[in-house]
């Protein structure tokens, strides 16, 4: 299945807790978008060139019946535009994969520069924890302790 802007533009995604950034989600497939649009484009340009250069090569061959040594020049020149074609096409098409790589080891770094913040949050989440727990202990033992019955026994007697 051959995958388009379009299709990943109108891809859905289910949201789940602790998901990642729906904006930055939607801002990475954006550029994704916008870099299979152009790759899209250059395709079609290569195609079109590419069937100029057929035209011309059966151009080339009708000579051949009347004109042998034209054909041979033509040819010549029929090859060296498609040599470059190819060349050009190659290059291109490594300078995409290369890009793509690029782009994938940018979200993988991203994935895990946000996997330590979450890491580091839970650390933070759980220090805060131990913290509250331990401040609701004394607080509790200071509830439960006789000054705390004294004080509420001079309290009772100061009322009655």
């Not at 978008?33 to 090569?57: G, M, P």
């Not at 040594?69 to 535009?81: D, F, G, M, S």
């Amino acid at each position: 299945m051959t995958l388009t802007p379009l299709d990943i533009h109108n891809k859905e995604f289910k949201t789940v807790l602790r998901g990642y950034d729906r904006n930055e989600v939607d801002e990475f497939l954006d550029l994704i978008i916008k870099d299979l649009e152009q790759i899209f484009k250059e395709s079609a340009e290569l195609k079109d060139r590419n069937q100029t250069l057929q035209e011309q090569l059966e151009h080339n061959h009708d000579l051949e019946l009347t004109l042998h040594n034209a054909l041979v020049v033509a040819q010549e020149t029929a090859e060296e535009v498609k040599a470059s074609a190819k060349r050009e096409a190659q290059l291109i098409i490594r300078e995409a994969e290369m890009k793509a790589e690029r782009l994938v080891d940018e979200a993988i770094a991203k994935v895990r520069r946000m996997t330590a913040e979450l890491d580091e949050m839970r650390k933070q989440a759980a220090v805060f924890r131990s913290r509250l727990v331990n401040l609701l202990k004394a607080q509790l033992e200071m509830l439960d302790s006789e000054d705390w019955e004294e004080l509420e026994s001079a309290a009772g007697s100061a009322l009655d």
